[in-house]
């Protein structure tokens, strides 16, 4: 029966969207309309390519084709780029936008970028995902670079739509629930709010994190929500989330850890529900499917990963703080996290070989004092491989190597995250939030930010006091307050600076 309930909601969502596609092809046919000036409330420029009104021809190679409404790459070349002229000036800085884009063929490379400044700076953006500016403007336009596959065939776009706003007021935005499923889903929801949002769903068991814990790069670089459920049993509302984030059984679900972690009961209740990507990544350690994980990345990259990150497995919290740096989007490229044995003064072989079979990684960072990943491990390292530059960001403890992480890579962020370093085992929910918080993070290109129980420590402060006019959301994960509630008003006060 549930399962009969869950085709027809399947049924109505592809009704409603084949109509609204219906709908959205005669509407595209329309000239652009740029938005007038603000309101207070967001507005929506959209591009169907069926008219240059707000072509810049001094700098767009693309096929810009009036008749099919859609951009491509001319058969004469490999690579193009498409940019628009000013496509609104409005009285007030625009400081947040979100781009979506229908992408009729998919093959080869699409990377988008927005500006608000007249395109004096162009910042990545994330399809789907509100984009901060850190750059103070009221002139907005777009850029899209486009690549074809290596058989030769284009990606074809048939519309561009860019909903932005003049203000975005400092606010704090609290997700916390009673187990690591239902945080999962919370965090999910809240990156990607519409139906179909994420392209992938990343799942992974609900009683231990230690096959997910370095898998936020993985979850930045596939768009993918990161979900939970339990070893023998697929959770309803987990099913019913993966349906909703993804609205497709075609998208790629993929199974972090061995059927001892998730068996293969789970890949079967998926079948059920109709989900026919299913792929499985799993080793028989830690370490191993941390390689594994690594190697998925590295391939689904659009360049070479030139740096990787190294941590101990043991204790958790350096692999969280270097996973933001890690899924950093500035360059389009996610880098992997490799673990070593804590202690041990020679490099685990799964991380080695990873090292050995990718020779474009020519730089690592180590994240963690010399107790967590000894000297002896970073010498024996540099004998195997004595082209890898090697460097090291560490603090006294956890909280430090976090300041030391966050100074060292993230300046006038437009969001932060923010969860206890150093979580109790009370619940799920508890051990899984700095995961889920770093994940937030990555998507927003911001920091991590360790705090402790009821207080921020004093590292923590100082980087938010001289962080503040450029801070504009500040997520917290999991409960940061204990017995201190004024924790949280303390961060309001902090991040509200002029």
């Known amino acids: 029966m549930q399962?009969?309930?869950?085709?027809?909601?399947?049924?109505?969502?592809?009704?409603?969207?084949?109509?609204?596609?219906?709908?959205?092809?005669?509407?595209?046919?329309?000239?652009?309309?740029?938005?007038?000036?603000?309101?207070?409330?967001?507005?929506?420029?959209?591009?169907?390519?069926?008219?240059?009104?707000?072509?810049?021809?001094?700098?767009?190679?693309?096929q810009w084709d009036t008749a099919a409404g859609t951009l491509s790459v001319p058969s004469n070349r490999t690579t193009a780029?498409?940019?628009?002229?000013?496509?609104?000036?409005?009285?007030?800085?625009i400081?947040?936008?979100?781009?979506?884009?229908?992408?009729?063929?998919?093959?080869?490379?699409?990377?988008?970028?927005?500006?608000?400044?007249?395109?004096?700076?162009?910042?990545?953006?994330?399809?789907?995902?509100?984009?901060?500016?850190?750059?103070?403007?009221?002139?907005?336009?777009w850029k899209v670079e486009l690549e074809k596959d290596s058989a030769g065939i284009s990606p074809v776009l048939d519309d561009l739509t860019i909903t932005y706003r003049s203000s975005v007021p400092d606010h704090i935005v609290q997700l916390n629930a009673a187990d690591a499923v239902h945080l999962g889903i919370e965090v999910s929801r809240t990156?990607?709010?519409?139906?179909?949002?994420?392209?992938?769903?990343?799942?992974?068991?609900?009683?231990?994190?230690?096959?997910?814990?370095?898998?936020?790069?993985?979850?930045?670089?596939?768009?993918?929500?990161?979900?939970?459920?339990?070893?023998?049993?697929?959770?309803?509302?987990?099913?019913?989330?993966?349906?909703?984030?993804?609205?497709?059984?075609s998208k790629q679900i993929i199974i972090l850890g061995e059927q001892r972690a998730l068996s293969a009961v789970i890949?079967?209740?998926?079948?059920?529900?109709?989900?026919?990507?299913?792929?499985?990544?799993?080793?028989?350690?830690?370490?191993?499917?941390?390689?594994?994980?690594?190697?998925?990345?590295?391939?689904?990259?659009?360049?070479?990963?030139?740096?990787?990150y190294l941590t101990e497995a043991l204790f958790l919290a350096d692999a969280y703080s270097a996973a933001a740096p890690a899924s950093s989007l500035a360059d389009t490229v996610v880098e992997p996290i490799l673990l070593l044995e804590r202690g041990k003064s020679s490099p685990h072989r799964a991380s080695l070989n990873v090292l050995r079979g990718h020779p474009e990684i020519v730089s690592a960072t180590a994240v963690g004092g010399p107790q967590s990943i000894p000297e002896g491990a970073l010498q024996r390292l540099n004998q195997e491989l004595p082209s890898l530059a090697l460097s090291r960001e560490a603090g006294s403890d956890r909280f430090g190597t976090n300041d030391i992480v966050v100074n060292a890579?993230?300046?006038?962020?437009?969001?932060?995250?923010?969860t206890n370093g150093q979580p109790n085992g009370n619940s799920?929910?508890?051990?899984?939030?700095?995961?889920?918080?770093?994940?937030?993070?990555?998507?927003?290109?911001?920091?991590?930010?360790?705090v402790q129980p009821g207080t921020i420590p004093p590292a923590q402060v100082k980087y938010l006091y001289d962080q503040a006019p450029s801070i504009r959301k500040a997520y917290v994960v999991g409960d940061i307050t204990g017995e201190h509630p004024e924790v949280l008003e303390q961060l309001l006060n902090l991040i509200s600076r002029p």
Do not use: C, W
């Open 409 to 418: 890579h993230f300046s006038e962020p437009a969001v932060i995250a923010l």
């Open 267 to 308: 890949e079967t209740q998926l079948g059920q529900l109709g989900f026919t990507n299913l792929t499985r990544i799993g080793g028989a350690t830690r370490y191993e499917t941390a390689a594994l994980i690594a190697n998925e990345l590295i391939s689904g990259n659009p360049g070479p990963a030139r740096h990787a």
């Open 3 to 62: 399962t009969s309930r869950f085709y027809a909601h399947i049924f109505l969502i592809a009704l409603v969207v084949s109509t609204a596609l219906v709908l959205s092809f005669v509407a595209k046919r329309e000239q652009p309309t740029p938005a007038q000036l603000f309101t207070g409330g967001p507005k929506t420029f959209t591009e169907g390519f069926s008219s240059t009104a707000y072509r810049d021809i001094n700098y767009s190679t693309a």
């Open 81 to 93: 780029l498409a940019q628009s002229l000013t496509v609104d000036t409005v009285s007030d800085p």
């Open 191 to 249: 990156l990607f709010p519409d139906a179909g949002g994420a392209s992938a769903v990343i799942l992974g068991r609900d009683d231990d994190v230690i096959d997910t814990f370095v898998a936020t790069p993985l979850a930045r670089s596939k768009n993918a929500a990161l979900l939970f459920t339990g070893t023998d049993l697929l959770h309803p509302d987990t099913a019913a989330e993966i349906a909703r984030a993804l609205d497709s059984t």
């Open 95 to 141: 400081e947040a936008a979100t781009l979506t884009s229908t992408i009729l063929v998919n093959n080869g490379l699409v990377r988008f970028y927005l500006s608000n400044d007249a395109g004096q700076t162009y910042m990545p953006v994330v399809p789907g995902h509100e984009h901060l500016f850190t750059t103070t403007g009221d002139r907005l336009k």
């Open 428 to 450: 799920s929910a508890n051990v899984y939030a700095p995961l889920l918080a770093s994940l937030l993070a990555a998507f927003s290109d911001g920091p991590l930010l360790f």
